[in-house]
């Protein structure tokens, strides 16, 4: 069973999303005004999303984080771009210091399946307890098997979050499902 409460998202991974999301993240995004513009674009479509399916049951967003490494390499992340729109949107607090990657994994990209899992099992941590048992919106910018926000998500509930939801830009859909993805396979669909 997911630690994810829910998984929102606002795109399937498909069409331009698929060329667009991986070069916002590489060099040409840093300097791509168009593109820059266009993540902008994505990320308020998903906060609206957000805040449509799910407003009243965030406290706070939490951005998936980058390895220090991984951070300085490409200048920023993407993922705190995304919390940052949908924390304005539903005017709740973006935070950044509830979750760290304790240590760098393989882009999971590069993955398949269970890889995935092992990949990032341990690779976060909450640095201390969470009071009021809060309920966290936890950001990334795609998900595919959900093992990333998994992962993550399963240190916010040990260090004390009441539930933990899954928001991402863009999914994969499994089989080539035609639908809009509300939800990811083995998780209960958005309620």
Not at 28 to 51: H, I, K, N, T
Not at 73 to 97: H, K, M, W, Y
Not at 113 to 132: D, H, I, Q
Request: charged fraction near 25%; hydrophobic fraction near 45%.
């Amino acid at each position: 069973m997911s630690p994810l409460q829910a998984s929102h998202v606002a795109f399937r991974y498909a069409g331009p999303v698929v060329r667009w999301i991986p070069a916002i993240k590489s060099e040409e995004g840093r300097s791509g005004e168009a593109l820059l513009r266009a993540m902008d674009a994505l990320a308020e479509a998903l906060a609206e999303r957000v805040a449509r399916e799910a407003a009243g049951r965030i406290d706070f967003v939490v951005p998936l984080p980058l390895h220090a490494e991984r951070l300085r390499r490409r200048g920023f992340n993407q993922a705190e771009v995304l919390a940052r729109s949908i924390a304005r949107r539903l005017d709740r607090p973006s935070r950044t210091d509830v979750l760290e990657r304790v240590r760098a994994t393989q882009p999971q990209a590069w993955l398949r399946g269970e890889a995935r899992r092992e990949n990032v099992r341990g690779a976060f941590r909450a640095p201390r307890a969470l009071s009021g048992d809060p309920r966290i919106a936890l950001v990334d910018d795609v998900l595919t098997t959900g093992a990333t926000l998994e992962a993550a998500a399963n240190a916010l509930l040990e260090a004390g979050a009441l539930e933990v939801r899954g928001i991402a830009l863009a999914a994969t859909l499994p089989g080539g499902a035609k639908n809009s993805p509300r939800g990811t396979p083995g998780r209960r669909a958005v309620p």
